[in-house]
């Protein structure tokens, strides 16, 4: 799909704005929130518009994500 610059404007805003949520919820879950949901969302919707800052803030949630649920490894 081709987007306009004004609706990848948007959808830029979208993804941050879902980065900067699921970041702040790392250390404080709430409940109702499904981050697991926006960050697939905000990924695929990172790599459809061509936004690689997204992709990596996407990536880095998913990786902090993975590292408080499964944080009972050695180091």
Request: aromatic letters at 10%; a negative charge.
């Amino acid at each position: 799909m081709t987007y306009s610059e004004s609706e990848k404007i948007q959808i830029r805003k979208e993804i941050d704005d879902s980065n900067d949520l699921i970041w702040n919820l790392r250390a404080a879950p709430r409940p109702g929130h499904k981050p697991e949901e926006l960050i697939g969302k905000s990924y695929a919707d990172s790599i459809a518009i061509g936004y690689r800052f997204g992709e990596a803030r996407c990536l880095l949630n998913m990786g902090m994500g993975a590292f408080i649920l499964h944080h009972d490894y050695p180091l």
